[in-house]
């Protein structure tokens, strides 16, 4: 039986998070598991999904797409016999929060992420969570914008307060900063 363990990995766009995630995964072993959280709404996205199956071909990655409900793709995975799991990620799961649920805040935010954390905590195995670090930049100028930032911020502070490590990359280049 695999070990529980949270792991977060952070970062800007484009910053190699993503690819460092399954790297991690990889090396820890056991039957690996991909939550998608992703909706595919154009054909760049398309695309961008593509270039994400094709580095896990042939690897015997399990992928459940789940773009709200981690909590119940957590469980479902575990049921499947799930040892390392990778949520990629926790930023576009809270866009598809935002966009259904408008009224979402940072204090209702904060429950779905203590939520979040009580499921890690209890499935027996790893799991690496991906999140894109929205606070380095200016501050957007519109008031949705804001709200997404600081609701991101909000769901990255708590679960990087539980996590066992957590991860910084930058130019593909991961910082282990706990």
């Known amino acids: 039986m695999m070990e529980n363990k949270i792991i977060l990995v952070t970062g800007g766009a484009r910053s190699g998070k993503s690819a460092f995630a399954e790297d991690l995964v990889r090396k820890s072993g ?6 998608a959280t992703a909706p595919v709404l154009d054909h760049e996205m398309e695309d961008r999904v593509r270039r994400h199956k ?3 071909k042939n690897e015997n990655w399990t992928t459940i797409e789940e773009e709200t409900d981690l909590d119940h793709a957590l469980e479902s995975a575990v049921r499947q016999g799930a040892e390392s799991i990778l949520v990629d990620c ?6 598809n929060l935002l966009y259904r649920e408008p009224e979402l805040d940072e204090d209702k935010m904060a429950e779905r992420s203590e939520k979040l954390v009580k499921t890690l905590r209890k499935i027996p195995a790893q799991t690496v969570l991906v ?3 929205t606070g380095l930049g200016i501050v957007p100028e519109n008031p949705l914008a804001r709200k997404f930032r600081d609701l991101s911020g909000k769901c990255s502070q708590i679960i990087a307060a539980q996590a066992d490590e957590v991860y910084f990359t930058v130019a593909g280049i ?3 900063i706990k």
Do not use: C, D, H, V
């Open 131 to 133: 999140t894109n670090e």
């Open 174 to 176: 991961p910082w282990r």
């Open 54 to 56: 094709e580095r896990r």
């Open 90 to 95: 926790l930023t576009l799961w809270i866009s």
């Open 30 to 35: 056991g039957k690996r598991f991909y939550i």
